[in-house]
C-alpha cells in the first residue's frame, strides 16, 4: 500500500481550482495535472525554459479545462496533450487557431478500460469488449443497480467514455473515484482476487506492479467520432474504443512564440519517448521521489539530449 499513498505525494491539482495565472506577462504559466508523469513533466520543461532565462509559473488546472485556457491566454503550454483523454478538445482550439500543434513526442500512448489478469478468470472472452456484455453483473455493486462498475478515474480525463457505453450497449455505469483512491480500489481488488475494469493508460507505472490487459473495443477510426453510420452501432457515434497507438502532444498558445521566442525554440524541441514517460511516472509513484526530486533526477540521466534542446 505504500505505493498507493504516495501517488497523489505532489497531485496539487487534485481539486483542478482553477487558480488565476497572470494573464499573458513575462511569466510562461505551465499547467500541472493530476498525474505524475505530467508533474513531473511540467517541472523538467520550466527548468528547460528558465535555462534559457524565462520565468515560470507552475498554475493547477483542470486536464480538460487547460485548452480553452490556452485560448484565454491564460496558460502558455501543455507538453503532454494525450490523444485517447484530450484528442478532441485540443484538436476544437487547434481548428479555431488559438493553440498551435507544436510538437508530436516520439511516445505512442493508450489510455483505455483496462483489468488486472486474475478478472479473465470471472469474465470470459476478455479482453474482447463483447465479453463486457455477458458479465457485467459481476462487475456490479452494492449501489449500481445490478449495473457493471466501471471506475472512470478523474472527471477530467477522457470525456465520451459515457456515449460509448450507451453506443455498444454496455451494462455499466461510470464512477469517478479520484487520485490515489482510484488504484487503491485496483490494489484491492487484485488482493481480494474481485472482478474489477478501471480506467489505465500506457506509459504509466501500474505496468511495473500488477500484470493486465486493456479491453479491446471496436478499432479506433477519427470517423467513429464524427459519423453515426459508422461502427458496429449505424445510429451512433462513439462506438470505438481509443487509438491503440494514440499521440502524445505539446500544444502551445498561438501568443507563445511572439511572447517567449526562446522558450518557443526550446519547447519545439523538446521529445519524450514512452521510456521518458514511464521513469517520470515511476520515478514518483513506484520509487517514491517528489516531484522536484524525480524532474531533477530525469534531468541529470539526460543532460545531453536536453542540451541539444537548449542550444
Ligand atoms: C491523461 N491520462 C494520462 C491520465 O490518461
Not at 508530436?104 to 479473465?120: C, G, N, S
Not at 451494462?171 to 489505465?200: C, R, S, T, Y
Request: net charge negative.
Amino acid at each position: 500500500m505504500s505505493v498507493i499513498t504516495k501517488i497523489t505525494a505532489g497531485c496539487a491539482g487534485l481539486l483542478m481550482a482553477f487558480s488565476t495565472a497572470v494573464k499573458g506577462g513575462d511569466a510562461i504559466n505551465i499547467p500541472t495535472h493530476n498525474w505524475s508523469s505530467q508533474l513531473v513533466g511540467a517541472e523538467i520543461v520550466g527548468r528547460l525554459f528558465e535555462k534559457v532565462g524565462a520565468e515560470v509559473n507552475y498554475v493547477p488546472v483542470d486536464s480538460s479545462a487547460v485548452y480553452q485556457s490556452m485560448c484565454e491566454n491564460d496558460i502558455d503550454i501543455v507538453h503532454e496533450v494525450w490523444q485517447g483523454a484530450f484528442g478532441p478538445a485540443f484538436e476544437k482550439v487547434v481548428d479555431e487557431g488559438c493553440v498551435i500543434d507544436l510538437v508530436t513526442h516520439d511516445a505512442k500512448t493508450r489510455e483505455e478500460w483496462w483489468y488486472p489478469i486474475h478478472v479473465e478468470k470471472h469474465c470470459p472472452g476478455l479482453p474482447d469488449w463483447e465479453a463486457l456484455r455477458d458479465c457485467s453483473a459481476k462487475f456490479a455493486r452494492a449501489d449500481s443497480n445490478g449495473k457493471g462498475v466501471y471506475l472512470a478515474g478523474s472527471a477530467s480525463w477522457v470525456k465520451h467514455y459515457p456515449e460509448m457505453v450507451d453506443a455498444l450497449g454496455l451494462n455499466f455505469v461510470l464512477k469517478n473515484v479520484e487520485g490515489a483512491a482510484h488504484w487503491a480500489e485496483l490494489d484491492a481488488a487484485v488482493k481480494q482476487d474481485k472482478p474489477i475494469v478501471l480506467f489505465n493508460w500506457t506509459p504509466n507505472f501500474i505496468e511495473a506492479l500488477y500484470e493486465g490487459k486493456f479491453v479491446e473495443f471496436p478499432t479506433h477510426d477519427p470517423k467513429c467520432f464524427e459519423d453515426e453510420s459508422w461502427g458496429v452501432n449505424p445510429e451512433a457515434k462513439y462506438d470505438c474504443g481509443n487509438p491503440k497507438d494514440g499521440y502524445l502532444k505539446i500544444g502551445v498558445s498561438h501568443h507563445f512564440k511572439d511572447e517567449h521566442p526562446r522558450a518557443y525554440e526550446v519547447a519545439e524541441k523538446i521529445n519524450f519517448t514512452n521510456l521518458d514517460i514511464a521513469q517520470q511516472s515511476n520515478y514518483v509513484d513506484t520509487d517514491g521521489m517528489e516531484v522536484s526530486e524525480a524532474a531533477e533526477r530525469w534531468l541529470a540521466e539526460n543532460e545531453e539530449r536536453w542540451q541539444s534542446w537548449i542550444n
